[in-house]
């Protein structure tokens, strides 16, 4: 019977020496009996309150920063799948995309709305098209992309693994559906410059695209889905292909097309001549395209200021409730008698 | 030594003739009867005698002693731990996972199915072999003991147990046990008789006598038996324990065997010095392994619990994988067929024919199946069992639990029910043994209407004690309660407390002999140093009786205590003192109590009693002869025992002792004296749970013995059905008329803190219920030494009537028990409010009807609603049927804890099953899933390591069902952006690693090594273990809440994954994700998410849960660098991608940090308004701790704790309560009247 209880005894009771040699057996000792030196954090109303307004001072200035990078950055998104397709046509879309001897090009025009600094990055975005869908994601083959026609076990690109009997190179569908819309962008006069180097991962360039491996046999079928690629330059080199190879984790993508290294002035219009040849009409995906420049972040997303800001003001707030409530309802520290109502309310 | 005691014994007696009654018993016919069935079937066993050699070989092969309980063996091991694998659905389901891996079905690679399924099976069956062979090695411990068995020439030689055959003759020396069956040969006894302790086979301590044939029992030297040759003819190997049937063939003459002559396997050799044998049933046919069942495999509550959460996962993922079903069907039909960049047209894809969106659908779903797979948590079972594994090697290890006398500690036999054991609600515990050590000691006596040895109750003395401690709180109290009068009241409470204290220790009746005071009371509790003896008082000890005024009453007291028995005294070797054996431990404690006080009982002839008695008037040792005319023997029936003997003079003495009751029934009219002043000491005795006999002798005249005598050996010559109660109705004349000389009180010692453990199990709510084979009376008295029971207990008693019984008609006795039921039953109903709580007793035969189907339910009621129940006289079926009903009526969980073989089948029964290894038998052992070396250490074991068990496991699966979810349901979401085409957000590796690497260990850590309050918390609070029983922990809101937990982490992880991701570029060289970043992203912030939620579950961190939380999290960066950095034929596109793309990132870090807040900000929400406004009894016990820091506020603690033992009724502390609440009232009584008297006073006014 343990009457005199309290902590002290516990204490007593709980330091039964036992001969202990070395610090390794006094690890073991103490990990068997359960009783290692351990750090038991209970949440006390302070820990709670300071642990609410910790949250709360730390989010809010980073949701700021960061909102702000967001904000900093200019982009200018111009749809042109529909806007592209003469007048003639409208009614008939996939006819006019097919057809190869209607002429593709289209102009639109791009206000500058802003100043944009220097790189900036445009985009061709694709909404509603399923590129990381099972089957096309898995038409492909990287031994292939790296070591060529050495390696003609091209069975996982199928449908488009061979052409009258010949392989292809690359081969797979996400290869054949490469997306060939061409931009060019003309600023009062003068041709901007666009950089179109360096725009893929330099993994991919150099570890998965082969530098002695060449297109072969590639678009001849009579399906032709997508852009042709230039059979004297080898793989590592077709920054387009290297990018549209890289499939997009949703059905809504971007992808980098090139760089303006120009800036561009506020009020700024800028003349784009595309070759609108990719045919998203069949399913009606749209096209879009993005000039954008970028911050410390990438490019203009407000989620993440906006959910660093709210959840730290929320933390804020809840610390009040929190001080509030504790100052409304005090529990005394250590529950008195709580014991008594605890086990009466499990009953 | 051995030498000289045996030819001592020898000459000595032919003392199995005291037993008159089964001496003279004519021989059942029974096994003549049998006899005719021998050579039939199921009566075909032939032994020959003293030829083992015959029986290695056909036609009499019989197998050897080897007795093997392991589960499996080198060839059947892979097959049949196959089977207990997959009998799991969740495992069938993995391995039919793994199947179709190798077709085209499969969403992952082969290995990332079949490899955690290779690895949760391997760990399973490695588990099985280990836990195996831990019982092959027990089983070779058995079966490597050795006993003397004939190698010809008359020489016996060493033997192991398990190259015993069939046929060898064997001898077995005191205190041994029987390696197999034996037939009984002959003893050291001229007579050819054995005492044999049955217990490990049915729980009876009494000593049981066996005899052997007439026609061998000169065969007891070793010489004698080489020429012994004899056949054996009997039945086959059967379970019976209390049937043989056989015969025995010998110089060409056939002698019916019968039970008698049949020593059992694992019953043992007692008073005897050897014995021989010979082996009739070797090994796996003897009845002791016979009756033994395989003991089933129990699975815990909780983990029963857990399949239902995973049939609900499952039927989770059956609707999720339809939900994708139906959508790939549409899709595929409305939308697919028009993506010209699938050209689904071009080849028919199995999964994607929009010809046929049905069939697609179909094997979609077969494949979402698989692919969700991950909802199950396939490690779970491989966790729990690793976990599991490491508990109980730290339950194995706790030093608290090992006992230094038997240097045995505690061993979980099985691992599979640790967390079962911080549920259990009801234990069901063996008697003898288990609770008691099945000694006796002398403490107190009551002779001529004194009561010697104190008579100061314990319980007084454990309340004045805690009194004492809590004075001052006492006082405090009071002063704080009513101010007006706390001057007064303080006062008087202080002085008045003095004042009880001193009555209650030193308040004497007599007021004689202050000074033996304090000696006495420091012996209370402590070890006597004879033993069988523990007693003080200067009144009787030293023969100082001899002073005492009514000296004749005090010699007969004595007499009686040294002549009616039936034991033998055993020569010890230095001292004048002997040592006595005889049937009972009880009359060696009188036969050791009358030596001290100088009658001592030093020889026994046939006929003749010697005992050296101190002459008072002489003050000289003197020899007394008594011959011993008859000794009507103990039953149960009778409970009384008597002498009848004739001194030197010629007088005729009866002594008798036997219970109260019946010695009171037949008192003369002048030996009443003493009956008042005796039947006060015995209730006392009784309350503080000494066994009590009240002692009687009568003087008979020799006409009227002679009278007697002739009726009785009419009697005992009869032959038949009617010799019983002739002979009882002989006795019943001469047992009357007797004169009362007091009474005796042996404490039928209790193991080593049993009280203090059945106190504290009381505490944390749980109920006991004693099952003991022994009669009503012992059964009573230990409830009462173990404070089961109390005085103001209201007791209902539950027995056939004696009409009932001899009617024996089932009809009558279930209608008179289940009068006697509803009676108690409307008792209780009406008193329920009342805080007194209720016991019940009943015995074995009411127990029968009552446990028939009629009876049942309203028995079981009653029983339930008690605070304790005994149940005496039962067999050790009817103790596994008890079991089993209260185990399906209450739907409880059950604790069964025994000692002997008689107890396996209620623990192979019980939910738990505890075998006490203490002592001596392995059965209990055996068959139980814990087993205990001391009855005390069940508190340390369930109310520290259940209760931490049952905590551990429960978080456990909830936080695996959590983390499983978190990542599956990722997977599903994904499957919505990808128009539910099965495509994959993650590499396959990571799926592989998540459950075996980078989330295992945190929950293995939080499985082993969690606390939620340290043990002397535990052990001080016991109420905490309430938790368990009512299963708070793992309750279905709990499981509900964990899931919505899981659904909702998922969701915010992926949801703000794909807004933080989408579209634009997320790093400033303008590069926007693909699916390899997603998935890498996303992934990182389930990593930290479920690796942080157990960072909050966790309230008990050492550096191992540091190491592993913290090291799973970097595990994860680690493995992103190592796989990044191996060739992209290998890390396709995990390759670089740490390093060139998210790891230089912000963004990344970015949307870990606010993903890993927000995703455990809801957890985090409940568990900071559980614990400030509606906390947990361990909550706060934590807080207690903390902030004991500040201020060592032992007030608090000690309110905390009685505040905890309010509600438990049964137990020391509780009785300790009453008793206090008692003396505080009787104080606040006595102030009030010493006040009145103060105030009305003409002084005062």
Not at chain 2, 1221 to 1239: D, F, G, P
């Amino acid at each position: 019977m343990d009457v005199d209880g309290g902590g002290v005894s516990a204490v007593a009771t709980g330091d039964r020496t036992i001969p202990i040699h070395s610090g390794r057996h006094e690890a073991f000792y103490q990990f068997t009996q359960q009783k290692l030196p351990a750090c038991k954090p209970v949440l006390t109303p302070s820990w709670v309150i300071s642990i609410f307004l910790l949250m709360g001072t730390i989010f809010i200035p980073i949701g700021l920063v960061t909102l702000h990078a967001s904000q900093s950055v200019v982009e200018v998104v111009d749809r042109y799948d529909i806007e592209c397709i003469p007048e003639a046509f409208k009614s008939n879309k996939l006819g006019y995309i097919k057809d190869s001897s209607i002429p593709k090009n289209c102009s639109r025009f791009l206000k500058v709305y802003k100043r944009m600094k220097a790189p900036i990055y445009i985009y061709y975005q694709l909404d509603n098209y399923y590129q990381n869908h099972r089957r096309y994601v898995k038409s492909r083959n990287d031994q292939q992309l790296l070591h060529g026609l050495k390696y003609n076990d091209t069975s996982s690109c199928k449908p488009e693994q061979t052409n009258n009997g010949l392989p292809i190179v690359p081969c797979g569908l996400i290869a054949w559906s490469l997306f060939n819309d061409t931009y060019k962008f003309i600023r009062g006069a003068s041709e901007l410059k666009v950089n179109r180097k360096n725009i893929a991962w330099k993994s991919d360039r150099d570890h998965k695209f082969g530098k002695h491996v060449y297109p072969f046999n590639f678009q001849n079928g009579t399906l032709i889905g997508g852009g042709k690629l230039d059979p004297r330059i080898h793989l590592s080199d077709q920054e387009d292909l290297i990018v549209w190879m890289r499939t997009a984790a949703l059905p809504s993508f971007r992808k980098l097309y090139g760089r303006i290294e120009e800036d561009l002035n506020a009020d700024d219009v800028i003349v784009v001549n595309l070759m609108n040849n990719y045919n998203t009409y069949s399913f009606g995906g749209k096209k879009k395209l993005v000039l954008s420049t970028s911050s410390w972040l990438g490019g203009k997303n407000d989620f993440l200021g906006v959910a660093y800001i709210s959840v730290g003001s929320s933390c804020i707030f809840v610390c009040f409730v929190f001080i509030l409530l504790h100052m409304k309802y005090p529990r005394p520290y250590g529950g008195h008698n709580l014991f008594v109502l605890e086990q009466e309310r499990h009953l | 030594m051995p030498e000289s005691s045996r030819r001592t014994t020898k000459g000595k007696i032919r003392w199995s003739k005291l037993y008159n009654f089964t001496c003279l018993r004519p021989s059942t016919a029974d096994s003549v009867v049998h006899l005719e069935h021998l050579g039939q079937p199921g009566f075909s066993r032939l032994v020959l005698c003293n030829e083992p050699q015959l029986h290695k070989t056909k036609p009499h092969k019989y197998p050897s002693n080897y007795v093997s309980t392991t589960k499996y063996n080198v060839v059947t091991f892979l097959p049949k731990s196959l089977f207990e694998q997959f009998r799991r659905v969740a495992n069938l389901y993995f391995l039919l996972a793994a199947v179709l891996s190798f077709t085209s079905l499969a969403p992952f690679s082969r290995i990332s199915l079949v490899a955690p399924l290779v690895f949760v099976i391997g760990i399973s069956m490695l588990k099985e072999a280990v836990e195996d062979w831990h019982r092959f090695l027990q089983d070779l411990n058995v079966n490597s003991r050795t006993v003397k068995a004939r190698v010809g020439n008359g020489r016996f030689a060493e033997k192991t147990w398990r190259e015993l055959s069939v046929g060898d003759v064997i001898k077995v020396h005191k205190n041994e046990y029987f390696p197999s069956d034996l037939l009984f040969l002959s003893s050291s006894y001229e007579d050819g008789i054995c005492y044999v302790e049955t217990m490990n086979l049915d729980g009876e301590t009494n000593l049981k006598v066996k005899r052997c044939l007439e026609a061998t029992l000169g065969m007891n030297e070793d010489e004698e038996l080489s020429k012994f040759k004899g056949t054996v003819r009997c039945e086959d190997p059967n379970p019976n324990l209390y049937t043989f049937v056989g015969n025995l063939e010998f110089e060409n003459e056939s002698y019916a065997l019968c039970p008698a002559q049949v020593l059992l396997r694992d019953s043992k050799l007692r008073n005897t010095d050897y014995i021989y044998g010979v082996v009739i049933f070797s090994g796996p046919d003897t009845k002791a392994v016979q009756n033994s069942t395989r003991s089933p495999s129990k699975r815990s509550r909780i983990e029963k619990k857990m399949d239902l959460v995973i049939y609900l996962l499952f039927s989770f993922l059956f609707l999720i994988s339809l939900v994708t079903a139906i959508s790939t069907a549409f899709y595929l039909k409305y939308e697919m067929v028009e993506w010209l960049y699938l050209r689904l047209q071009d080849d028919d894809d199995p999964f994607f024919n929009p010809i046929k969106p049905e069939v697609s659908g179909f094997r979609h779903f077969t494949r979402a199946l698989i692919l969700y797979g991950y909802l199950i948590p396939i490690s779970l079972y491989v966790s729990i069992e690793v976990v599991k594994v490491l508990q109980t090697m730290l339950i194995n290890k706790d030093i608290e639990m090992y006992d230094e006398v038997t240097c045995k500690s505690v061993r979980a036999r099985t691992s599979n029910l640790n967390e079962e054991l911080g549920q259990v609600e009801i234990i069901l515990s063996d008697k003898t043994g288990t609770l008691t050590r099945n000694e006796m000691e002398f403490r107190k006596c009551s002779i001529a209407g004194t009561s010697y040895g104190g008579d100061i109750k314990e319980v007084d003395l454990a309340a004045s004690r805690r009194m004492n401690t809590c004075a001052e709180t006492y006082r405090c109290s009071i002063d704080e309660s009513n101010t007006s009068q706390s001057f007064e009241l303080s006062e008087f409470s202080e002085a008045d407390i003095m004042v009880t204290e001193k009555a209650i220790l030193g308040g004497r009746e007599d007021g004689e002999n202050q000074s033996t005071e304090s000696p006495e009371i420091s012996t209370v509790g402590k070890e006597s140093v004879i033993k069988g003896f523990n007693f003080t008082d200067d009144r009787l000890m030293n023969n100082r009786w001899m002073y005492r005024s009514n000296l004749f009453d005090v010699i007969m007291f004595f007499r009686v205590m040294a002549l009616c028995h039936t034991g033998i005294p055993v020569e010890a070797n230095q001292t004048d003192k002997l040592k006595y054996e005889a049937e009972s431990p009880e009359e060696v404690a009188f036969l050791v109590a009358s030596q001290e006080f100088a009658f001592q009982f030093f020889r026994r002839t046939q006929s003749v009693m010697v005992l050296k008695e101190l002459d008072p008037s002489s003050g000289k040792v003197v020899e007394r002869e008594y011959k011993i005319l008859h000794l009507l023997e103990f039953s149960s029936s009778r409970k009384r025992m008597s002498v009848i003997v004739r001194n030197k003079d010629g007088q005729i003495f009866l002594f008798c002792k036997g219970a109260d009751s019946i010695i009171f029934d037949r008192l003369a009219e002048n030996g009443k004296s003493y009956q008042e002043a005796t039947a006060l000491h015995l209730s006392n005795y009784a309350e503080d749970g000494f066994r009590t006999l009240a002692f009687a002798y009568r003087i008979i005249e020799t006409a009227e013995y002679e009278h007697w005598n002739s009726i009785f050996s009419q009697a005992k010559t009869t032959i038949g059905p009617e010799r019983d109660e002739l002979l009882d109705k002989a006795s019943e004349l001469i047992e009357k008329d007797l004169i009362l000389l007091g009474a005796a009180a042996v404490e039928d010692k209790l193991q080593k803190g049993v009280p203090e453990c059945i106190d504290k199990l009381a505490q944390a709510g749980l109920k006991i219920w004693l099952l003991t084979g022994d009669k009503k009376e012992t059964a009573v008295n230990i409830g009462f030494s173990c404070s089961l029971l109390q005085q103001d207990m209201k007791q209902f008693h539950i027995c056939l009537s004696k009409e009932a019984e001899t009617k024996s008609q089932v009809k009558a006795m279930k209608e008179d028990l289940l009068y006697q039921i509803e009676n108690s039953y409307q008792v209780m109903c009406e008193e329920c409010n009342k805080d007194s709580p209720f016991a019940m007793v009943v015995d074995g035969k009411a127990l029968e009807v009552a446990l028939t189907d009629g009876v049942k339910n309203q028995f079981l009621q009653l029983a339930v609603n008690c605070a304790f129940v005994i149940c005496c006289r039962v067999s050790p079926k009817q103790k596994a049927l008890i079991t089993r009903l209260v185990k399906e009526y209450t739907g409880k969980t059950t604790l069964a804890i025994g000692d002997g073989a008689n107890d396996v089948g209620m623990i192979q029964e019980a939910d738990i099953g505890i075998g006490i290894s203490g002592m001596e038998g392995m059965q209990a052992v055996m068959a139980s899933d814990f087993s205990l070396p001391q009855f005390r250490f069940l508190e340390r074991l369930l109310i520290v390591h259940g209760h931490w068990c049952y905590k551990r496991i429960s978080k456990m699966i909830l936080y695996f069902v959590y983390k499983n979810i978190v990542l599956g349901l990722t997977l599903f979401y994904y499957e919505c952006y990808t128009s539910f085409c099965g495509e994959v957000l993650y590499d396959d590796w990571y799926l592989v690693l998540f459950n075996v690497i980078l989330t295992s260990l945190p929950v293995i850590s939080l499985g082993v090594l969690e606390q939620d309050v340290s043990s002397e918390i535990c052990l001080q609070f016991p109420s905490l273990y309430k938790q368990g029983p009512k299963n708070i922990y793992f309750a279905w809101k709990r499981i509900i809440g964990w899931i919505l937990n899981g659904v909702v982490a998922s969701l915010i992880i992926f949801l703000a994954n794909i807004y933080m991701l989408s579209s634009a570029a997320f790093r400033q060289q303008g590069e926007v994700s693909d699916v390899a970043h997603l998935g890498g992203i996303t992934f990182t912030c389930i990593i930290w998410t479920v690796n942080c939620q157990i960072a909050l579950v966790i309230s008990h961190f050492t550096f191992i849960q540091h190491l592993f939380i913290w090291g799973s999290i970097l595990s994860w960066y680690i493995f992103l660098l190592v796989y990044g950095a191996l060739p992209p034929a290998y890390s396709k596109k995990g390759f670089h991608l740490f390093m060139e793309a998210i790891g230089s990132a912000p963004v990344y870090w970015m949307i870990t940090l606010i993903v890993t807040v927000v995703s455990l900000l809801p957890y985090f929400m409940h568990i900071v308004i559980q614990r400030l406004f509606y906390p947990l009894d361990d909550h706060i016990l934590q807080e207690m701790k903390y902030c004991k820091k500040e201020s060592i506020n032992n007030q608090a603690w000690q309110r905390e704790q009685s505040n905890s033992r309010k509600s438990t009724l049964i137990g020391l502390s509780a009785r300790v309560d009453a008793r206090i609440q008692y003396l505080k009232e009787h104080l606040h009584q006595r102030t009030k009247s010493i006040y009145r008297s103060v105030t009305s006073s003409p002084l005062f006014q």
